[in-house]
């Protein structure tokens, strides 16, 4: 039977009281924030939008979406990754914007963790796997891994506490959201080729949250292809689940637990109508 929102909701007041008791697990956050921000466009002096330095809420898209995770539950390592630049002077100038964006809420700069500034890949798969070599050269013991959009500043705790406890139960999780619209499959020239089961689908968020050592690992195996994945799940289920550990248990596919409709990407110019000051 689907979980409605308000047992969802039970259930994660449950798990907050939880968590804060057994949040003893090293856990690891991944920013992903290399992004240009193409389809957000130009301010009116004719700059380019780096979405996740937009100011919001005290401080910025980047310092929101970081903020939820930190406040819900003990992160060890912080990585963030930012746009790379084709010289070292612009390099060490992308790196202080990122900088200056998370740092722009007191309580995050105030936050004792290790916070490690990545530069970023020429796609948003390069750029993770970077970030994940990054934590295994500094951090090795964690154990958790959460991977998030830097322009996702919505996230509630509640999103946070039940990917996390499923990615405990499972080695994985997702948020996921049921499509309200009837979803077809169509081939190139726009025929439905399939009709497809809505009570099936799921369109998934992030954070994804994984096992450490086994997302590493299969992000390493994804390296060596031409394959050009979607996200961090696909690449899991391609090259970790149903694969033993370093324990010698076998990891499962990723959980989908209940996502948020609020817990938006800010893609387009409109979205940047929800950011308050």
């Known amino acids: 039977m689907m979980m409605t929102i308000q047992t969802s909701l039970i259930l994660a007041t449950t798990w907050k009281m939880m968590v804060t008791m057994t949040n003893n697990d090293e856990l690891a956050l991944i920013l992903v924030a290399a992004g240009s921000s193409a389809r957000i466009g130009f301010d009116k002096t004719g700059s380019k939008i780096k979405k996740e330095y937009l100011a919001m809420n005290g401080g910025t898209v980047l310092s929101c979406a970081a903020k939820t995770f930190l406040s819900t539950l003990k992160f060890s390592t912080v990585v963030v990754t930012y746009p790379i630049a084709s010289n070292d002077a612009d390099l060490k100038a992308s790196e202080q914007k990122s900088k200056e964006a998370l740092f ?28 994940l070599e990054a934590i295994e050269e500094k951090h090795p013991d964690c154990s958790l891994v959460f991977i998030h959009d830097g322009a996702r500043p919505f996230l509630k705790s509640e999103t946070v506490e039940l990917t996390y406890r499923a990615a405990l139960e499972f080695g994985a999780s997702v948020p996921g959201l049921q499509p309200t619209e009837t979803q077809k499959k169509i081939d190139e020239n726009g025929f439905i080729t ?30 060596q292809t031409t394959k050009v994945f979607t996200d961090d799940t696909e ?43």
């Open 104 to 131: 722009a809420d007191d309580f995050i700069k105030n936050y004792k963790a290790d916070f490690i500034f990545v530069p970023g890949g020429k796609t948003r798969q390069e750029s993770v796997h970077d970030a």
């Open 194 to 223: 399939k009709h497809l089961v809505r009570s099936s689908l799921t369109a998934v968020q992030t954070p994804q949250v994984f096992q450490f050592t086994p997302i590493l690992e299969a992000h390493r195996k994804a390296a």
């Open 235 to 277: 690449i899991w289920d391609e090259f970790a689940a149903k694969r033993k550990n370093e324990n010698g248990e076998s990891l499962s596919r990723v959980k989908v637990v209940l996502g948020d409709p609020e817990n938006k990407k800010i893609t387009y110019p409109e979205d940047l109508k929800s950011l308050t000051n």
